[in-house]
């Protein structure tokens, strides 16, 4: 009974030492692979990528695609052009606006200033920039007005 027990103890044993074997040569395999694909992306870095501007796969905004370039080397890389985007400056270009002047009445429109604050992918942006936008053909009401009429309304039923 004790040489069953015995030989029990020696296949658990056996077994469990192949299954140790097999995961160590998987991991080391995998150590391998991993250490050859770093080897091979420090060769293709470079230190000055430049950056296109990026350009939506349909119509003037959504997803798209921006070209990096460095010395003979050259990626695509996904982006997107938000639909809000002002043209003049590109999406590329982050500036920081004032408030909206008061309506200029001889030209209809009003304008604010803005000064760069942060150029994405080296994008070549001005310093600084104006924009304009048609005044308002109303006169906005302040919201605690609109209330106080609304109140006054249900009042007086």
């Not at 001005?126 to 006169?139: G, R």
Request: proline share 4%; net charge positive.
């Amino acid at each position: 009974m004790m040489l069953g027990t015995a030989v029990y103890r020696m296949r658990t044993l056996f077994s469990t030492t192949i299954l140790l074997l097999v995961a160590l040569t998987i991991a080391a395999e995998a150590i391998k692979k991993k250490g050859n694909k770093k080897e091979g992306k420090a060769d293709s870095e470079c230190a000055e990528w430049v950056f296109g501007k990026c350009v939506p796969n349909s119509g003037d905004c959504g997803p798209g695609v921006r070209e990096a370039t460095c010395n003979e080397q050259s990626k695509k890389h996904k982006c997107k052009v938000p639909c809000n985007w002002k043209k003049d400056f590109g999406a590329d270009c982050k500036y920081k606006f004032g408030r909206w002047a008061e309506c200029d009445t001889s030209t209809g429109t009003r304008s604010r200033s803005g000064t760069l604050k942060k150029a994405m992918f080296n994008a070549d942006c001005q310093t600084t920039i104006k924009v304009s936008k048609p005044c308002n053909p109303k006169t906005p009401t302040p919201k605690g007005a609109e209330k106080a009429k609304k109140g006054k309304k249900g009042k007086e039923n």
